[in-house]
C-alpha cells in the first residue's frame, strides 16, 4: 500500500528558531499533500493544501508567512516553521493521497512532535 | 461533507468484540463512509470504507443501515493494540480535498 514518510519524528528548537519538517511519498506521486495541526486532546486540524509546483492554500486563520510550505516536487513537500514559539509546539502530520486509487488512498504520515522552549 | 455524530468514548474488554457507532442522517447518496483511526502519537491510519453494503477486511467490519443514516465499525476481537480514537468520516470518494476529522471515539480496550 501506499506509505508517506514524516521526518523528524520529534523535534525541539528554541524560541526564535525555524524548523523544517519533510514530507514524503514513498511509492506514489502525490500532486497534493496536507499538512494538518494536533494539540494534545484535540482532533486534527488542517492547515494547508500543498499542491505540487504552486503556492499552497492555507485554512482561514494560519498564517502563511509563518507555515512556509514547499511542494517542489511529486513526492517531496515540507513545511518550514519560521521564528517558532512555544505556541506552536503541537504534533503535525502530513498526508497525501495516492490517485491511483479512487476511493481510497489518504495515507498520513507518522507525525512530527515539535517542542519550543 | 456530511456532519457525523459519535459517541466521545467507549470502552470494551480484551477479546471482544468492539462496536462503534456513528450517525451521518444528513449522507448524500454519492457519499461514503469512512473510517481512521489514530494511535497515540501516530498518523492516522485508514481502516474501511463502503458506500452502502457491508464491507469487511482483515482489520474490521463495517455495517451501514439500509437508509445509510448511520454505521457501525466492528472490531471483532479487541485487543489492547486497538486502543486508540476512531474517526468516522463521509464525504464523496473523487476529489482533492482533505480528509476533515471531528472528534471522533476514544476506545479504550481494557485488559
Known amino acids: 500500500g501506499a506509505v508517506v514518510s514524516q521526518h523528524p519524528s520529534r523535534v525541539i528548537c528554541k524560541s526564535g528558531t525555524s524548523v523544517k519538517i519533510e514530507c514524503r511519498s514513498l511509492?506514489?506521486?502525490?500532486?497534493?499533500m496536507f499538512w494538518y495541526r494536533q494539540f494534545p486532546k484535540q482532533s486534527l486540524m488542517l492547515m494547508a493544501t500543498?499542491?505540487?509546483?504552486?503556492?499552497?492554500?492555507?485554512e482561514q486563520g494560519v498564517e502563511k508567512d509563518k507555515f512556509l510550505i514547499n511542494h517542489a516536487s511529486l513526492t517531496l513537500s515540507t513545511l518550514t516553521v519560521t521564528s517558532a514559539h512555544p505556541e506552536d509546539s503541537s504534533f503535525y502530520i502530513c498526508?497525501?493521497?495516492?490517485?491511483?486509487?479512487?476511493?481510497?488512498?489518504?495515507?498520513f504520515g507518522s507525525g512530527t512532535r515539535l517542542t519550543v522552549v | 461533507d456530511a456532519k457525523t455524530t459519535q459517541p466521545p468514548s467507549m470502552d470494551c474488554a480484551e477479546g471482544r468484540a468492539a462496536n462503534l457507532p456513528c450517525n451521518h442522517s444528513t449522507i448524500s447518496g454519492n457519499e461514503y463512509v469512512y473510517w481512521y483511526r489514530q494511535i497515540h502519537s501516530q498518523g492516522p491510519q485508514y481502516i474501511i470504507h463502503?458506500?452502502?453494503n457491508n464491507e469487511t477486511n482483515e482489520m474490521a467490519s463495517l455495517i451501514i443501515t439500509e437508509d445509510r443514516k448511520s454505521s457501525t465499525l466492528i472490531l471483532p476481537h479487541a485487543t489492547l493494540r486497538d486502543t486508540a480514537v476512531y474517526y468516522c468520516?463521509?464525504?464523496?470518494?473523487?476529489?482533492?480535498?482533505?480528509?476533515?476529522f471531528g472528534s471522533g471515539t476514544r476506545l479504550q480496550v481494557q485488559p
Open positions: 498526508s497525501a493521497r495516492d490517485t491511483r486509487t479512487e476511493v481510497e488512498g489518504y495515507t
Open positions: 463502503g458506500l452502502k
Open positions: 500543498s499542491n505540487e509546483g504552486s503556492k499552497a492554500t492555507y
Open positions: 468520516i463521509v464525504r464523496v470518494a473523487a476529489g482533492r480535498r482533505a480528509l476533515t
Open positions: 511509492d506514489f506521486q502525490a500532486t497534493t
